[in-house]
Every structure is written in C-alpha cells, then in structure tokens.
C-alpha cells in the first residue's frame, strides 16, 4: 500500500508526469515487499513554495507513505532514487527536496482495513 505525494513549484507538463510515474513505479521495489502493483501517486505541480524564504528555485517535497515500515537502509537507497529522479525529471536540486517517511499498520482498502 505505497503512495507517493509530490509537491513541487515546478511546471509539470504530461510528459513529465509520466516519466515520474514510471520512475517512482520502478523505485519503490527498494522498499521491501512494496511493487507497483500497489503504489499510487499524486503530483501536484505549480504550488507556491519557498525554501529558505526563496521560490525562485525548484523545490520539492515528497511524501512516502507505506502499509508497515522498512529498515533504515532502505529509505537511505529510496532517498537517493527519489534524489536522482525529481533531479533528472524536474531539475530539483538535492539540497531543495524534502522526502518524508510514514510507516503505518492501519490502512483501509475495499472497505475494509489490513
């Protein structure tokens, strides 16, 4: 039950919202016993953001949020997928990105919960 939620002051045109889909669909087998079978993403484009009381830079923050937890290894690999791929698809620096990890044992899904 991953899902992944990106909010970012970066234009995010179709083409660029199809490479992170596929990108963080590939990524999340670091985490283990999570697949793209389960992951759902949302991105949210164009949000006034600033970092460091600056918006004129690309920022992002990304939130990872998955049914259990993972050992800390595997957020440190995610952290650095997660990095390369907002890098390489929206320009956001490292140094202007927040990834944030939730781990929770209650979730709901086809009415009832796991």
Do not use: C
């Not at 997660?82 to 956001?92: A, E, H, N, Q, S």
């Amino acid at each position: 039950m991953p899902f992944i939620s990106t909010k970012t002051n970066v234009t995010v045109s179709e083409e660029k919202e199809t490479q992170l889909k596929e990108r963080l669909g590939q990524a999340i087998s670091i985490l283990p016993g999570k697949s793209e079978s389960w992951l759902m993403v949302a991105i949210e484009g164009d949000v006034p953001m600033y970092f460091r009381g600056d918006d004129s830079q690309p920022v992002a923050f990304v939130d990872v949020k998955t049914f259990g937890g993972a050992p800390r290894n595997a957020y440190d690999k995610m952290t650095t997928e997660l990095t390369g791929i907002y890098g390489d698809i929206l320009g956001v620096a490292p140094d202007h990105m927040y990834i944030r990890y939730f781990g929770s044992g209650d979730w709901g899904w086809n009415g009832s919960n796991f």
